[in-house]
């Protein structure tokens, strides 16, 4: 089970990272996808990871948000050629 669910996520990271270059893909969805990865790899949180919980709870639902917002900007056809693509690979 963990195997399958880490095999998915690295597929669905290949597309992101697709989606990223394709030509496609508006601009500003290219931004919010850049802007949540910037936010998980910031060394500094809006609550800091040491608080129990809360800490770690606002990085899930700002990333999560970020890249909801991003996907719903790209049109489906674009994320379906590329998570068939990263599946490819």
Do not use: H, W
């Not at 802007?35 to 129990?52: G, H, K």
């Amino acid at each position: 089970m963990l195997k399958s669910m880490g095999r998915n996520l690295r597929c669905e990271l290949k597309a992101y990272q697709l989606l990223l270059k394709d030509n496609r893909t508006p601009r500003l969805a290219g931004y919010l996808l850049g802007l949540a990865v910037c936010y998980v790899l910031m060394p500094f949180d809006i609550i800091p990871d040491f608080i129990p919980v809360i800490g770690q709870l606002d990085d899930i639902v700002i990333v999560t948000i970020l890249v909801l917002l991003a996907m719903k900007m790209v049109p489906k056809e674009v994320i379906e050629d590329c998570r068939i693509e990263a599946n490819r690979a």
